[in-house]
């Protein structure tokens, strides 16, 4: 038995620039799946509840951790890499890798989603972009925009404690239902968003900018906000206990 403890953060890595590449390109379609699925399920002119887009965004997610998890951690969102980063689980150098690639995807999601909707089923120029409820003024806007997505970080960074290592088989569940309960709980407030890159591909698409800020502040604060509270409360110095290999043997053999 010993004594581990949270990660150190690490600017670089030793893989090739062929397999950054791929990280990058992970991110992308990881981004444009969400963007485009969720956003899909929002373009009607009927009135749709919001479970209904909550739970589309949800499942969204889900689809694209189960794709992509196991090759980028398929982050898909600005304010995990950030956290990711503080936690030391991905590199320093990566930052730029996913941003391009999570900006990149929600432009082309959206876009996608665009041209296959030519025919009018887009309301207006704000379609699945970033709006403040009437009651809602920027600051609490960018309140809730925090305090959710903190919570969303704060699943993340359990999902990636390895004290949980026995218990990220459904990953890409709980991650998805998380963001349907987050987006449950906010959407009357800010569309609780969580996600700078997906606020950015239908903002740049429709040309609607109002209030933008919100949408990245709340996140991108609430992100680092939760990573550092979880590496100096929670990834304290805990007892990790370690087998030799006949030790695992005979283990194996009473499975």
Not at 120 to 125: C, T
């Amino acid at each position: 038995m010993k004594q581990s403890k949270a990660k150190n953060i690490y600017v670089y890595d030793n893989l090739s620039n062929l397999d950054r590449i791929v990280l990058c390109f992970a991110e992308f379609l990881g981004t444009a799946m969400l963007v485009f699925l969720g956003c899909m399920g929002c373009v009607y002119a009927s009135p749709i509840p919001a479970f209904q887009i909550a739970f589309t965004f949800g499942l969204a997610v889900m689809v694209a951790v189960q794709c992509f998890g196991h090759i980028s951690g398929c982050h898909i969102n600005p304010a995990v890499t950030l956290a990711s980063v503080i936690l030391g689980h991905t590199p320093v150098l990566h930052i730029p890798l996913y941003f391009l690639g999570q900006f990149l995807g929600a432009v082309g999601g959206f876009g996608l989603l665009k041209a296959l909707s030519a025919n009018g089923s887009f309301v207006g120029s704000s379609s699945c972009s970033p709006v403040l409820s009437p009651d809602t003024d920027i600051m609490e806007g960018i309140g809730v925009e925090f305090v959710l997505t903190f919570v969303l970080v704060m699943v993340c960074a359990s999902l990636w404690d390895c004290r949980n290592a026995s218990k990220d088989d459904s990953a890409a569940i709980k991650l998805g239902l998380t963001i349907v309960v987050l987006a449950v709980v906010g959407f009357s407030y800010t569309g609780a968003h969580l996600n700078p890159a997906r606020s950015f591909g239908p903002s740049l698409l429709n040309g609607h900018w109002d209030n933008w800020f919100v949408w990245w502040v709340g996140p991108l604060l609430g992100g680092v906000a939760a990573a550092v509270v979880y590496r100096f409360v929670f990834s304290k110095e805990y007892d990790v206990i370690e087998h030799t290999p006949s030790e695992v043997l005979r283990l194996n053999e009473k499975a």
